[in-house]
Nanobody
């Protein structure tokens, strides 16, 4: 079993920045991609960003939703199975619960392709 623990959410003003972190523990050997999804009240869960690694631990891709491209940056530590999301130029529409997800290599934007999920961390962008 794998456990994912997120941290770093909070309240920030529009235009501000936050950094989210997610660490995996347990039987992490099957994890070759990690991602962030978000869900705002009354909306469906949506893909934010994903990062993937090769079997040797080299980053093979970083993928972003169009809505965050140029503002958010995903990074990770393949050895520790950890992922980070640096969020800059935050907008009120970025307000949501952000969840970390992990899974085997493959399709990266569909929640169904991830086996493990964290509890989520609230990000609120408001003045």
């Amino acid at each position: 079993q794998v456990q994912l623990v997120e941290s770093g959410g909070g309240l920030v003003q529009p235009g501000g920045s936050l950094k989210l972190s997610c660490a995996a523990s347990g039987r992490t050997f099957s994890i070759y991609k990690m991602a962030w999804f978000r869900q705002a009240p009354g909306k469906e869960r949506e893909f934010v960003a994903a990062i993937g690694w090769t079997a040797s631990g080299i980053t093979s891709y970083a993928d972003y939703a169009d809505s965050v491209k140029g503002r958010f940056q995903i990074s990770g530590d393949s050895a520790k199975r950890a992922v980070f999301l640096q969020m800059n130029s935050l907008k009120p529409e970025d307000t949501a619960v952000y969840c970390c997800a992990a899974g085997p290599n493959g399709v990266r934007r569909s929640p169904a392709e991830y086996d493990y999920w964290g509890q989520g961390t609230q990000v609120t962008v408001s003045s």
